[in-house]
């Protein structure tokens, strides 16, 4: 598993926290704001039922004409029996848990002309964690003198309703994170068993290619001699036995190749290629494995294909590469365009330059597949839909594509089902480069 990843997962669950934290805070503060419109209405009313109590009037009037006569009268404030009522007001609303405080204040009456100037106050910059005040209630009739009421321990009335979103928004995160656990758990072991699998291929092919080679070995002395083998059948025998070894050298090759692909252990070497010279040789080579003449008695172990191979390199004739993997790379698209063919098959080769980049385009006349499929198939062990009783594994673009990638360049797919496919490498310019020795 990559370690972009872990980090990925761990900031997720990190991130789960504030997230929680903010709908908790949200809730609270709702919570909170609800709770200071009913503590502050019960005061006022607290507030006005003592002054009706110290009058004796039964009509409750409005609090400034109440305080007002009261004055007249010289009759003064009890906070103990304010704080009776308040308390009784405060149990009609099952918030008899909280404990306040009546504190008295000196008010500036340049700020406040009438009564109702005390409700403008903001009720958030009187709220808190710990305490929650009310407004301000006037008890002179000159306004210079109020009282108001602080609850100190807002939260015991607010906790309990957050009760159940708190578990449950600690059984989320838990859960989240346990997920995140157990899918990295998951994700190493998958890499574990992917990098022994590999590990376990890579060595298995890599002990196949010494009995290999020794069947090869003997085969090239047998060809050697053929001279004093007069039956025709033996010698096509070992025609065909030196050409599946070659064919299963090439695949166990091809598979050491991927998983140094996939190990990220390639070392390229640049050196500056004729591309003439290369794609001669390349030509040379399909001449060898599809010669156009048979002779009367070969026994073909397939059906023999006619190539057709011509390279135009008049816009570049040279390329800085690694000519090992470009031999690698050529090799794979070459062997899918006569695979992947008729009887006849016609390979074209044209090599184009567009600024820094030098591309080389491979075309041929086979089977093609849709224009959907282009990005699909460079995908390890993805094969085209129209390639049913054709042998191969999928391994042959991707490890192209994993080449070019390695040479910072590219790869393109342009193709017609029935009518041809043209893969388009694309080289970047390279100025300084180690010349092969």
Request: with cysteine.
């Amino acid at each position: 598993m990559k370690w972009y990843f872990k980090i990925l997962a761990l900031l997720a669950a990190v991130a789960l926290l504030p997230l929680q934290y903010l709908l908790l805070e949200r809730v609270y503060s709702s919570l909170e704001s609800n709770l200071y419109s009913v503590v502050d209405e019960r005061f006022r009313n607290a507030v006005e039922e003592e002054a009706m109590l110290r009058l004796g009037e039964t009509e409750r009037a409005t609090l400034m004409i109440v305080q007002s006569v009261l004055e007249a009268r010289g009759s003064t404030l009890n906070k103990d029996t304010l704080a009776m009522l308040f308390a009784l007001g405060l149990e009609e609303e099952g918030l008899q848990a909280l404990s306040f405080r009546i504190i008295e204040t000196d008010n500036d009456t340049t700020v406040f002309h009438t009564a109702e100037d005390f409700l403008s106050e903001p009720a958030a910059d009187r709220m808190s964690f710990s305490s929650l005040t009310t407004h301000v209630i006037p008890v002179s009739s000159d306004l210079s003198k109020g009282i108001a009421a602080v609850i100190t321990n807002p939260y015991k009335a607010i906790l309990p309703s957050l009760n159940g979103l708190i578990i449950f928004s600690v059984l989320i995160v838990l859960f989240v994170i346990y997920c995140l656990y157990k899918v990295i758990c998951t994700l190493n072991k998958a890499t574990f068993i992917n990098n022994l699998r590999k590990d376990h291929t890579y060595a298995m092919i890599h002990d196949m290619k010494t009995p290999l080679s020794s069947i090869m070995i003997i085969a090239e002395d047998f060809k050697e001699n053929a001279a004093i083998i007069s039956n025709p059948d033996t010698v096509e025998q070992l025609r065909i036995l030196e050409e599946e070894c070659n064919h299963l050298n090439r695949i166990c090759e091809k598979v050491i190749n991927v998983a140094k692909v996939d190990n990220k252990k390639l070392k390229f070497v640049y050196e500056k290629i004729d591309l003439e010279q290369f794609f001669g040789s390349v030509k040379s080579k399909l001449q060898t494995l599809y010669p156009q003449t048979d002779s009367g008695h070969r026994r073909e172990s397939k059906p023999q294909k006619k190539i057709s191979f011509s390279a135009d390199l008049s816009q570049e004739k040279w390329l800085i590469a690694d000519l090992m993997y470009l031999t690698e790379i050529v090799d794979n698209i070459v062997d899918n365009s006569i695979k992947y063919s008729k009887e006849e098959v016609s390979i074209s080769v044209r090599s184009i330059k567009r600024g820094k980049i030098t591309e080389l385009r491979i075309k041929d006349n086979g089977i093609g597949f849709c224009a959907d499929a282009s990005k699909r198939l460079l995908r390890k062990f993805e094969r085209g839909e129209n390639t049913v009783g054709i042998s191969g594994h999928g391994i042959g673009l991707n490890y192209v594509y994993q080449l070019m990638k390695f040479f910072g360049g590219y790869i393109k797919i342009e193709s017609k089902e029935g009518l041809f496919t043209e893969v388009i490498l694309g080289f970047p310019s390279r100025r300084q480069y180690e010349i092969q020795g």
